[in-house]
């Protein structure tokens, strides 16, 4: 057993964990944030996307120690209240999601491609940078579309904080 | 149409739980003192159980408990069953071997559960799974359906002989061959629909939660049907009586067929909690666990062909086709390869006989059902390759080939059951030829062809049956269900409403079109409609969600619902306006009488219903409706698929330059969510043309693709944006004018797929998945063949 503490979400929290507990199960288990979800075991499907320190990683191939200190951000934490991040909004806008499974995973990996291209981003460099995140229900074809059109509207500046 | 209506591009209700984290999927309910259950599963594809020891795995740290297949037995709990009987073509029943939800002395594929180990945590029941010592005795396995027919394969049940389950034929053989014997061409193919895992993004998941003070059981489970596993769980399990056993299926992430089916794990976990003393038992399949266990999808091997007049008319079909069943047969797996597929070996044309064989068959290889579209994409496969290769081969532009032989007149009964009720292909063919500019590819050909690479197009032209009914047909087909569905519309004393339905929704957005359609008849805005479903104390009965049915059956039976909650609120309207029945209209929310200025709101009426202060004589008060609506046919969704390719000939890599879909599916309800369903069933048509497929270890029969990192799944970067548009008949079989969306891409896309790469090569030798290596070496045989 160790003790972590993190921000999550802006909130500190701290826990006992089993030294193999990865940062998923404790986000979802310990914490009750189920937002995170899990698609596989292999760190493929980036189901379980979330940021650490502002940048996008699976949760599923971090151990919860890895993460002590940090300041990690989950689906939860994303909106402003009941303001939508504009990801999220976008994500609603051009249907980028059907079961909704893959999409908290999708959504912080939008964020975190944004905030690495801004506006230079195109088609092709999403579709790219999807790599690493499965989605079985929309084809891509409205992810890709929603992403984009963060990437080119006002809502940059903030979709990048 | 309306802001929110009929046709209207809406936003989709649920999508604010899920953008914003909040969905509920079964793994992210937790219950009071919930223990976790892991299987251990068998890692040979055929064994004899000797024993199993659970001694050691007891004594590990936060275990509650480790049951057995003895276990199982010895509480005498039934095995699962496939409910559709199929009868040979000598008239005998499919041979269904056992299928106990633990084997208790025989494994049949890697995989078959054989005990459960519960423990306080997850990791803990993981790690005492690994403790529970079974020794095997292992078997001769047989992956290849083919083979396992063969004398001297090893014997998969005993109640199967060359484990052959049926060999079923539909059409008049003697009739058939006669047109052969006439034809001027005849067209030969071999195919391989390549097996499939359905992989919904979510693992199936199950919580058997056992109270012993009310001896009731509920099942939370990852279920597009809850009602009919409920069924199946007390009537043929046996696990828990009917009226004591609840199953919620919440929010599900995705299914695509894979979660209709009733699996041993949600009956271990119901009868485990008890066996426990009452505590939940929680399982959630982790991926490679899914891989092994979902049913999978696909797997047939077919001989087919095609005879043709001097005119280039279709003269006749002939089929032969294997099916590979897996180990068990899985819920309906019996009907994919038969009713579900040979009844639309008809395609879109006039075809004036068609006579089809199917031999199911048992492999030590994880069972096999529907999979999105279910035995709808096997046909289209088999007739739309060969219907390429025969214009090829007569030296005919494929897509004037397809027109001379459509379909055009309404209704049209195929020598194979089905009777198309409506339908316009020349529509959809010349709608998706015009969008893909196919005057057009000569010249990209050449400009490919200019910068060293191979260009293709190809053509689809699909139909399915969808929205499977009428329960009577069914029936007569050997179908242990009826498949009508259920609904209740609940006008609440405010005016606000629920509708309670039988369908449900992992992803096909009911929430939302099923309000429009409230919108649209009573004029309440779609935020004051609820729609409740998933829940088998909260709705009545239904039958779920799957084969594109949730619109033309599910939503007919709201929509009849509806009628009954209007005749009555108008009844009310009119005694309260003293006005004659027959004057009241019901226009944007708004009860008028006819020619004055006399109104009520909805709201009004739904109030005076409850208050029940004033209503007419003898009306009881209240404002509930419900109705069982069970269709007259299916309905027939149709299109035209584009597909155009270009080929790398030094890697083999293929890129989809441009995919048109054009489909016909009656009226659209909310046209973003139909374009969504249709990219969404392409990239899993693409997915099974070019990268996904199962590959198994022949002598060990281990799955070698059980994870992500060895099964292709289409990502981003391997799918193109998609051109798709609709055009439209009207369904005549339904009050919605209605056909159903969700497996149209996966059904066409394939052989235009195959097509479109079978173009560029300038070969018909390739088989699915069309990987990178294949599309090489086709285009090597086909280079070599060209210059001997
Ligand atoms: S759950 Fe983390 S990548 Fe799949
Ligand atoms: S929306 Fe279902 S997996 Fe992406």
């Not at chain 1, 003790?3 to 940062?23: C, F, I, K």
């Not at chain 1, 990690?72 to 009941?82: C, P, Q």
């Not at chain 2, 041979?95 to 025989?106: I, V």
Request: hydrophobic share 40%.
């Amino acid at each position: 057993m160790t003790t972590v503490s993190m921000t999550v979400n802006g909130r500190s929290v701290s826990g006992d964990v089993e030294d193999r507990t990865l940062l998923v199960s404790f986000l979802r288990e310990t914490l009750g944030l189920t937002g995170t979800h899990v698609g596989c075991d292999t760190t493929q499907c980036g189901a379980c996307v979330v940021h650490m320190n502002g940048e996008a990683v699976k949760a599923c191939t971090l151990l919860v120690g890895q993460a002590d200190g940090t300041e990690i951000t989950t689906i939860e934490g994303l909106a402003k209240g009941d303001e939508l991040h504009p990801m999220q909004a976008a994500f609603r806008e051009h249907h980028g999601l059907q079961c909704g499974f893959c999409t908290p995973g999708m959504i912080m990996m939008g964020v975190d491609i944004v905030r690495r291209y801004g506006s230079d981003l195109d088609e092709q460099t999403i579709r790219h940078e999807l790599e690493g995140n499965i989605c079985r229900c929309t084809g891509y074809h409205n992810i890709v579309k929603a992403i984009e059109a963060v990437a080119h509207s006002s809502g940059v500046a903030q979709a990048a904080e | 149409m309306g802001a929110e209506g009929f046709g209207a591009r809406l936003m989709r209700k649920e999508d604010r739980r899920f953008v914003t984290g909040r969905g509920r999927y079964t793994d992210d309910i937790g219950l009071k003192d919930m223990t976790h259950g892991v299987f251990v599963r068998s890692p040979h594809a055929h064994a004899k159980i000797r024993s199993i020891d659970t001694s050691e795995a007891e004594k590990m740290p936060g275990v509650v408990g480790v049951l057995t297949g003895h276990d199982l037995a010895a509480d005498k709990l039934g095995g699962l069953i496939c409910g559709w009987m199929i009868h040979s073509k000598d008239g005998s029943p499919m041979k269904a071997g056992a299928h106990p939800a633990l084997a208790a002395d025989t494994v049949r594929y890697v995989g078959d559960a054989v005990a459960i180990v519960i423990a306080e945590t997850r990791d803990q029941a993981r790690d005492a799974a690994e403790a529970v010592a079974v020794d095997y005795e292992e078997l001769p396995a047989v992956i290849d359906p083919a083979k396992a027919m063969d004398s001297g394969a090893p014997q998969i049940h005993p109640e199967a002989e060359s484990n052959l389950i049926y060999d079923w034929t539909i059409g008049d053989e003697e009739a058939t061959n006669a047109q052969f014997s006439n034809a001027a061409h005849v067209t030969s193919i071999d195919l391989i629909n390549n097996r499939l895992v359905p992989n919904a993004m979510e693992p199936r998941a199950a919580i058997g939660s056992y109270d012993p003070a009310e001896e009731h059981f509920t099942l939370y489970n990852t279920s597009q049907n809850p009602h009919v596993a409920r069924l199946v769980l007390s009537a043929f399990v046996g696990v828990a009586p009917e009226h004591k056993l609840r199953v919620i299926a919440p929010d599900v992430g995705g299914g695509f067929g894979s979660k209709i089916f009733i699996y041993p794990e949600e009956t271990t976990c119901l009868w485990a909690s008890k066996k426990i003393g009452g505590r939940p038992v929680k399982w959630v399949a982790d991926r490679t666990e899914a891989f092994l266990t979902d049913a999978h999808g696909r797997d047939h091997v077919t001989k087919a062909e095609l005879a043709l007049d001097a005119e280039h008319r279709i003269l006749g079909l002939r089929v032969r086709t294997i099916a590979n069943l897996g180990a068990y047969m899985s819920t309906f797996s019996s009907s994919v390869p038969t009713y579900l597929y040979a009844t639309l070996l008809s395609g879109q044309y006039a075809i004036p006989q068609i006579f089809a064989e199917v031999l199911a068959v048992y492999t030590n290889t994880t069972p096999v059902d529907a999979y999105r579209g279910a035995g709808r994409p096997e046909a289209t496969f088999v007739v739309e390759r060969l219907m390429e290769t025969a214009a090829r081969e007569v030296g005919l532009d494929p897509a004037e080939f397809r027109r001379k032989n459509f379909v055009r007149s309404f209704p049209h009964q195929t020598p194979v059951i089905m009777a198309y009720d409506a339908g316009d292909y020349e529509a959809s063919l010349s709608a998706a030829l015009e969008a893909a500019d196919y005057a057009g590819f000569p010249a990209r050909k050449a400009e490919a062809e200019s910068r060293g690479k191979k260009r293709g197009i190809g053509l689809s032209c699909y139909i399915e049956a969808c929205g499977i009914a009428p329960s009577q047909a069914v029936g007569s087909l050997g179908a242990g269900v009826g498949l009508w569905e259920s609904a209740e519309v609940r006008v609440n004393p405010v005016g606000t409403i629920e509708v309670l339905t039988g369908t449900h929704s992992h992803g096909q957005s009911h929430e939302t079109t099923f309000a429009q359609i409230i919108n649209d008849r009573f004029g309440v805005p779609t935020d004051t409609v609820s729609i409740v479903h998933g829940d088998t104390d909260k709705v009545q009965f239904g039958m779920g969600t799957y084969g594109s049915r949730s619109a033309a059956v599910g939503l007919s039976a709201v929509y009849k619902a509806l009628d009954k909650v209007e005749a009555k609120a108008k009844k009310i309207a009119a005694h309260l306006m003293e006005a004659s029945e027959d004057d009241i209209v019901l226009e944007n929310g708004t009860f008028q009488v006819a020619g004055t200025d006399k109104t009520l709101g909805f709201h009004e009426v739904a109030l005076a219903a409850y208050t029940a202060h004033n209503l007419p004589e003898g009306m009881e008060p209240g404002l509930k409706e419900t109705s069982f609506y069970d269709p007259t046919n299916f309905t027939f969704p149709a299109g035209s698929y584009v597909c155009e390719v270009e080929i790398d000939p030094d890697t083999g890599k293929t890129t989809i330059v441009q995919f048109v879909a054009a489909d016909d599916f009656g009226r659209i309800i909310n046209p973003m969510i139909v374009e969504g369903q249709v990219h969404g069933g392409l990239a899993q048509g693409i997915g099974q043309a070019l990268l996904e497929g199962c590959v198994y270890e022949a002598d060990t029969g281990q799955l070698i693709t059980a994870s992500f990192q060895d099964y292709c799944m289409p990502r981003a970067d391997d799918l193109p944006s998609f051109k798709v548009m609709t055009t439209e008949t009207v369904c005549p079989g339904n009050p919605l004018g209605v056909k159903g969306c969700g497996e149209a891409g996966a059904i066409g896309s394939p052989p235009a797929l195959i097509n479109a790469l079978t173009d560029a090569l300038g070969t018909n030798e390739l088989s699915m998945p069309a990987s990178p290596e294949k599309v090489w070496r086709a285009l090597r045989s086909a280079s070599s063949a060209a210059a001997a």
